[in-house]
């Protein structure tokens, strides 16, 4: 739940969490070296306008497109959007938007070199999907359903996936991440079982673009309850950074995500932040109680506001992805 207090205080968000850990390992397939090549030969200023313009159009585009499919075919869509985000554990979450943009009904992907080496060819004139690549900047992955060969076992809907240890998925590569972005995240032991986290404003400026505000090292405050199990705190570590990275709690100040802080009513910010920690956890295979929150307030109101690009940013930071 989301609060708001006066300042020098942080605007509070609390939550709590049970899950379970069976790690599965996801694939390099991150959006941040194609991003920071398009925005990184520009000065400090336009560098940062110029991001936050591009943020702006695609936020705008991809959420058009995912407002339309609400419109047309209900609130499922979401529940759907976040079944297809979570299965897609081998890549970033951003480049399993894509895919999902490009082919809804998408069952296995994978690329050329990996269909043949399990004894499957890509069909003649199959159309690629287009995931981003570091240094690629793209390249071309291809569903179950345009290849041929050997079968895959029934049983397995991701011929691709590799076990063992998520690389990047862990408190310390979030909680770098974070601090690289300006959030500072800290363990406390006062609130005994009263509350998970928080989340809020440590410097908050009226321009979050000023120079004030690039000159400090934190802009943001992240506590949470030390008496959590180490997967608890997981989950609501990235329960409150959600809220951050979805604009809540105002800007970046070079342009990484819009201010929304006043944009959505309090059950719709509570509502992104916890599709945020669901992706999460589920990529993770982590057990978490959100998607019985999400289903109770999953109606079209919340639905038509919702930004399923931020969403989806949000996870990739989380995972430490970008």
């Known amino acids: 739940m989301m609060t708001t207090v006066s300042m020098p205080k942080p605007r509070v968000t609390r939550r ?24 990184d030969d520009l000065p400090g200023g336009k560098q ?15 959420d058009s497109l995912f407002h339309d499919s609400i419109r047309q075919r209900g609130v499922e869509v979401f529940d759907q959007f976040l079944a297809f985000v979570r299965r897609f554990n081998r890549y970033s979450a951003f480049n399993a938007m894509l895919i999902e943009t490009q082919r809804p009904g998408a069952t296995a992907v994978g690329f050329r070199e990996q269909w043949e080496l ?25 569903d179950l359903s345009d290849t041929y060969g050997k079968d895959v076992p029934p049983h397995d809907t991701d011929p691709f996936k590799v076990l063992g240890a998520v690389p990047g998925a862990s408190w310390s590569h979030t909680t770098a991440t974070a601090d690289r972005l300006g959030v500072k995240v800290e363990l406390t032991n006062r609130w005994g079982d009263a509350n998970a986290g928080l989340a809020g404003v440590l410097h908050a400026t009226k321009n979050a673009s000023t120079s004030v505000a690039r000159t400090r090292r934190h802009r943001w405050l992240v506590l949470i309850n030390e008496s959590l199990d180490i997967n608890a705190r997981f989950a609501t570590l990235a329960h409150e950074l959600g809220h951050i990275y979805c604009g809540h709690q105002g800007a970046h100040p070079e342009g990484f995500w819009p201010d929304r802080s006043g944009t959505l009513t309090k059950q719709q910010r509570e509502m992104e932040a916890e599709a945020v920690a669901y992706l999460v956890c589920k990529r993770l295979e982590l057990k978490t109680r959100s998607v019985l929150y999400l289903r109770r307030h999953a109606t079209p109101e919340n639905m038509l506001v919702l930004s399923k690009r931020l969403i989806i940013e949000a996870t990739n930071r989380i995972e430490a992805r970008s």
Do not use: C, N
């Open 48 to 62: 940062s306008a110029t991001r936050l313009r591009h943020i702006r159009e695609s936020m705008e585009a991809i």
């Open 118 to 142: 399990i004894g499957r060819q890509v069909k003649p004139g199959a159309i690629p999907i287009a995931i981003l690549w570091p240094f690629a900047p793209v390249r071309w992955v291809y």
């Open 16 to 39: 709590a969490a049970r899950v379970r850990t069976d790690p599965h390992q996801m694939a390099l397939g991150d959006h941040a070296a194609f991003q920071s090549e398009l925005f």
